[in-house]
């Protein structure tokens, strides 16, 4: 089975502070994805990568970056944390044709 | 913009009956379809995915997909309380992109 791992199920942030999010997966898809989750609002990406080093932005990129050193893993940074960005953070990975595979997700408070 | 539009409901059905959810889409071009689950609290999960016209079965569970209406919907037989759970349909647009495009989600409550 596909296994996405997020190292982060909860956090709770300052406002200001920087905000590492990262997420691992073991099934060598070339594709990761980083998706915010809000009531209302649904599945909105932020960023995603298909390939090492390459990231594209997605439809809500303002206050994200994105690394992508090796394969397996994505990383998802705030710079500067504001309270808007209090959300559900899902990664998901995949090989072509659109069918995802997502972590637990890490949920985000800032304070 | 491309979109995708569900119904937010919820829907509530009673154990046993069957479920069915519908989704249209906006690109007449799209190429790819699919339901993802999520119970409250967990992460989206594929249950289904479906390609050309038609039905597709997986026990319980079916696609069904019209191009030329652009809708596509999941039909959920023998329901069962653990049915509940906010079902979101996704479509990948044409031009050979990857990055499928979320539906909102309706929310399926299976009461006994």
């Known amino acids: 089975d596909v296994k996405v791992t997020q190292s982060s199920r909860y956090l709770v942030k300052r406002t200001g502070e920087k905000v590492f999010l990262e997420c691992v997966q073991d099934?060598?898809?070339?594709?990761m994805f980083w998706y915010r989750q809000d009531p209302g609002l649904g599945l909105r990406l932020i960023y995603f990568?298909?390939?090492?080093?390459?990231?594209e932005k997605g439809d809500i990129p303002e206050g994200y970056s994105v690394s992508r050193e090796k394969k397996e893993r994505f990383s998802l940074i705030l710079e500067s944390a504001s309270t808007n960005q209090t959300s559900m953070y899902l990664c998901?990975?995949?090989?072509?044709?659109?069918?995802?595979?997502f972590g637990e997700g890490s949920r985000l408070t800032v304070l | 913009q491309k979109e995708v539009e569900q119904n937010s409901g919820p829907l509530s059905v009673p154990e046993g009956a069957i479920a069915s959810l519908n989704c249209t889409y906006s690109?007449?071009?799209?190429?790819?379809f699919f339901w993802y689950r999520q119970y409250s609290g967990k992460s989206p999960e594929l249950i289904m995915s479906?390609?050309?016209?038609g039905d597709k079965e997986d026990g319980r569970f079916t696609a069904q997909l019209n191009k030329a209406s652009q809708y596509v919907s999941l039909l959920i037989r023998d329901s069962q309380p653990s049915d509940s759970a906010t079902y979101l349909c996704?479509?990948?647009?044409?031009?050979?992109?990857?990055?499928?495009?979320f539906g909102r989600g309706t929310s399926l409550i299976v009461h006994p």
């Open positions: 690109d007449r071009g799209s190429q790819s």
């Open positions: 099934m060598d898809h070339e594709n």
């Open positions: 998901a990975s995949s090989v072509a044709f659109g069918e995802l595979f």
């Open positions: 479906i390609y050309s016209n």
């Open positions: 990568s298909y390939d090492v080093k390459m990231k």
């Open positions: 996704a479509v990948t647009p044409s031009g050979g992109s990857y990055i499928p495009t």
